[in-house]
């Protein structure tokens, strides 16, 4: 049996996901909160395996609960955000968090990151890198390499990675990328996506053949 804690306000979605984690993954025993400094007081008196922590919170938000947990733990973390700029997926890669889910989400998805992560981090230390390929980030120090030698990209253009990194052979919409990286109230032409993408790639040098465009449909990133 492991135990999660879920911090989320919405009622709705605290019920949703404990009747389909209980009907799917009975394995999992979810504590909840409905606010960060509850939230914290949850993290301070028990042990969990993983927690699912909302970013818009009352009281304490998301990030500033997560600034607390990683001063003690080191316990894996995904962010449940409406949120979907490059700044604040970035920041909570900085603050330590492990994955992302934007609402809404399919929760088929979410039980497939939990399963992930409980499975990577039970008895070993916590991954802090996403790879693919040649190509590595490094969560914490929000820095790329390729081959080992680092890549300096401009904020966009890591969210774009970051992105096709968390998902390696799935393809993502030019509006899907326009969505998570310049935020739901972009209203500008989607080439400028074609435009960051084909800088990412000549960033990258030869690891940059590993992102991949799927005529007619968007991107993907794959191991060669």
Same mark, same amino acid.
């Given at each position: 049996?492991?135990?999660? +804690? ?13 009747? #389909? #984690?209980?009907?799917?993954? *009975? ?14 007081? &949850? ?9 699912? +922590? ?8 998301? #990030?500033?609960?997560?600034? &607390? ?34 609402? *809404?989400?399919? +929760?088929?998805?979410?039980?497939a990151k939990v399963n992930a992560l409980i499975k990577r ?39 774009? +990675? ?5 998902? *390696?052979?799935?393809? #993502? ?52």
């Amino acid at each position: 049996m492991y135990r999660i +804690l879920l911090v989320e306000d919405d009622a709705r979605i605290r019920e949703a996901m404990l009747d #389909f #984690f209980s009907e799917k993954a *009975p394995e999992y025993e979810i504590d909840t909160a409905a606010t960060g400094p509850a939230g914290l007081q &949850k993290v301070e008196d028990n042990e969990y395996d993983l927690i699912l +922590l909302d970013v818009m919170l009352p009281q304490m938000s998301g #990030f500033e609960l997560m600034m &607390k947990i990683r001063r003690s733990m080191d316990v894996p973390v995904i962010f449940m955000t409406a949120r979907t700029s490059e700044e604040d997926r970035l920041h909570g890669y900085e603050l330590g968090c492990d994955d992302y889910v934007c609402k *809404p989400f399919s +929760l088929a998805e979410l039980l497939a990151k939990v399963n992930a992560l409980i499975k990577r981090a039970k008895g070993t230390v916590l991954d802090d890198e996403l790879v693919c390929g040649e190509i590595r980030f490094h969560k914490r120090a929000l820095s790329v390499t390729v081959s080992g030698q680092i890549v300096e990209l401009p904020p966009k253009e890591l969210a774009i +990675l970051i992105i096709l990194m968390e998902r *390696p052979g799935w393809t #993502f919409s030019r509006d899907k990328l326009l969505d998570l990286v310049w935020g739901r109230d972009y209203y500008g032409n989607d080439r400028v996506v074609d435009n960051h993408v084909k800088k990412l790639r000549k960033s990258l040098g030869k690891a940059g053949s590993q992102i991949k465009t799927v005529f007619a449909r968007g991107y993907k990133i794959t191991e060669g």
